[in-house]
């Protein structure tokens, strides 16, 4: 648990020793910052595998921020309860309205320019590599993750909250949703990736899904790289890829091409 409602996960965890990727104080050099605010009965879990490789590099270099607010935080009466049963009957509890409502606010406080509000939910709009683009070109995003059997409509209707599946299947929270979702939109920041023609070529870029990669050794279990890949013919390496990328879109996902 939080002493304090909101943390910060970033750039200074690199100056400081002493708690690294739990500093509070707001970071003057990273106003203007790509921000992602969650929140979570599970903070602490963040930023778990998002602080690895070149998500993390780029939140320790300044080039994202991520915050958590912890729910529980949030929660009334002596045991802090965040949920009551559903109203009308039925199983599981709901994530109570008043207890989400306190720590969105929260979260929202400070949000610039064009900063939607997230759910994560199974019976919102799928994810994509648009979406993520979309919000890739946003100044932050707040994104709720429910537990148990989600939250009270009013708080969705109320905030305007638009909410996003990560597909056609039921989870226990929204957590590892947020992580896709994140994950999916930190890579197309400016910055994030080493090589931007790595985001030009790959799947759905250009809405067809990615050719096959090869690497050494040129013989694997009998098994050859095409040799139309090894003749570092340039023009001809370039066709072939587009070709095999046309076949697997067109025998996998034909949708992709109406
Ligand atoms: C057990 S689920 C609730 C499912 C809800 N009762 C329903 O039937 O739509 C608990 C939480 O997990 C998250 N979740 C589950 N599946 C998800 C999915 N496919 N995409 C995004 N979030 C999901 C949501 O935040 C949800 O509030």
Not at 58 to 83: C, F, M, P, S
Request: charge should be negative; aromatic fraction near 6%.
């Amino acid at each position: 648990m939080t002493d304090t409602p909101k943390r910060s996960h970033g750039r200074k965890a690199v100056k400081l020793t002493v708690q690294p990727r739990d500093l509070m104080d707001p970071n003057p050099e990273l106003a203007g910052v790509w921000t992602a605010r969650i929140i979570s009965l599970f903070p602490e879990t963040f930023p778990g595998i998002l602080g690895e490789s070149l998500t993390g590099k780029a939140l320790r270099e300044g080039r994202w921020q991520l915050e958590t607010i912890g729910l529980r935080d949030y929660g009334v009466g002596k045991h802090k309860n965040v949920d009551d049963t559903p109203a009308g009957g039925g199983a599981g509890m709901v994530l109570r309205p008043d207890v989400v409502g306190n720590a969105i606010e929260d979260a929202m406080a400070g949000a610039r320019g064009n900063w939607p509000i997230l759910y994560m939910s199974p019976r919102g709009k799928r994810l994509d590599q648009q979406m993520a683009r979309n919000l890739s070109r946003c100044d932050g995003v707040t994104i709720l993750c429910g537990r148990f059997e989600g939250v009270d409509e009013r708080v969705l209707e109320h905030y305007g909250i638009q909410e996003v599946s990560l597909g056609d299947f039921v989870m226990t929270g929204g957590e590892i949703a947020a992580y896709a979702l994140l994950d999916a939109t930190v890579r197309l920041l400016p910055g994030v990736l080493g090589n931007a023609e790595s985001i030009e070529e790959e799947s759905f870029s250009n809405g067809m899904l990615e050719h096959p990669q090869y690497t050494r050794p040129a013989e694997w279990k009998g098994r050859e790289i095409p040799p139309v890949l090894m003749s570092g013919h340039h023009g001809k390496v370039a066709e072939w890829r587009k070709e095999e990328s046309e076949r697997i879109t067109r025998e996998r996902r034909p949708d992709l091409l109406e």
